[in-house]
């Protein structure tokens, strides 16, 4: 892309995320964006719906402009928008560890039930949003009181029954029912806003239960048939998922370069890249019963990381995974093994 159309596209770009959503469409612009900036979040009590969601998006699209502003020298902005992108924090409840409703008062909303789907979030609950952190896990975990409580918080959400609080919509619509018959909890595969959460393990140090939950899924929740979907296709976000975790590695975080690494379906996989090389994705000792990692070797070489870069797909090479049929819980779990996450970089930066 030429110079003067990333120009263009980055004033685009920063202008939706500056204009108040009405003015002049209600198809542009953020809605409530004057709260947003004034107080860091988007209130639950002043008329504007699915709020924390709104909120954590905002937070969210702040990232990406940082970051693209970050690469076109533009400092003072990137900055500007890293510091706006940590305002999914001021939805968080540390008392409950799940996102909440915040008033203009800067109390909770209250009462709270975080099965309740709709209301501040958009079709979900507060336990599918609470993950809707991309850029920042280590941050959410920070908040959470640690590694520790990050993974008991997770687990939660599968180990609990599929219950749900549907009195904002008057009826049970069909992602709740959708949610139900998948039978894994509170996880609902079918409704797009937590299929990242799976591969937030990664980011704890606890790889093989992605590995696990990712192989539940691809063989579950989807089937070559007329209803082999689990739920909304919704702009191919359903099938890029499984395309992305059936060949090991899935983009957590787009505006970062990193995929995090899942489990495998395929025995082997080849990807034609558009520069003319080839990635070879192998997967040895492979089965139904074989889907944790013991180890990966890339072009032959050891790797830990449990994450691909962008370059080094484009690259080019083969990436090797060594599958059995119980946890390697040594697997990608150091600190310098883990997946990207701006707290760390600012940490990282300020020393």
Not at 109 to 122: E, I, M, R, V, Y
Not at 329 to 343: A, T
Request: net charge negative; aromatic share 14%; glycine share 8%.
């Amino acid at each position: 892309m030429a110079k003067k159309d990333v120009e263009v596209l980055f004033e685009a770009i920063l202008k939706n995320a500056q204009v108040e959503t009405g003015r002049p469409a209600s198809s542009v612009g953020r809605e409530g964006l004057n709260y947003y900036n004034e107080l860091g979040y988007v209130p639950y009590n002043v008329g504007v719906n699915e709020n924390v969601a709104r909120t954590l998006e905002y937070a969210y699209a702040d990232f990406t402009i940082a970051q693209m502003a970050e690469k076109l020298d533009k400092t003072d902005i990137a900055n500007t928008f890293y510091k706006k992108s940590l305002n999914y924090k001021n939805v968080f409840d540390s008392s409950t560890n799940w996102m909440r409703g915040k008033n203009e008062d800067g109390n909770f909303q209250s009462p709270f039930n975080p099965l309740k789907w709709g209301d501040a979030f958009t079709e979900g609950n507060s336990l599918h949003y609470t993950w809707s952190v991309f850029h920042d896990v280590q941050g959410l975990i920070d908040l959470m009181g640690g590694k520790t409580n990050f993974i008991k918080q997770m687990d939660t959400v599968f180990e609990m029954p599929p219950d749900f609080d549907d009195s904002y919509y008057g009826v049970t619509i069909h992602e709740i029912r959708e949610m139900q018959i998948a039978n894994m909890g509170n996880y609902a595969h079918g409704n797009q806003p937590i299929q990242h959460m799976i591969y937030l393990y990664n980011y704890a140090g606890v790889p093989y239960k992605t590995q696990e939950k990712i192989r539940d899924v691809l063989t579950k929740l989807y089937s070559a048939t007329p209803d082999g979907y689990c739920g909304d296709e919704d702009n191919g976000q359903t099938s890029a998922w499984y395309v992305f975790s059936a060949l090991g590695f899935y983009p957590v975080t787009p505006a970062t370069d990193e995929y995090i690494i899942g489990s495998p379906l395929f025995d082997k996989a080849t990807l034609h890249l558009e520069n003319g090389n080839t990635f070879v994705i192998e997967a040895d000792n492979n089965s139904e019963d074989h889907f944790y990692i013991n180890s990966t070797t890339l072009n032959g070489k050891p790797f830990t990381h449990n994450y691909l870069s962008y370059d080094m797909i484009q690259n080019g090479g083969t990436f090797n995974f060594n599958m059995r049929d119980t946890p390697n819980k040594e697997w990608g779990s150091l600190e310098v093994d883990l997946p990207y996450s701006l707290s760390k970089n600012l940490k990282m930066n300020k020393n």
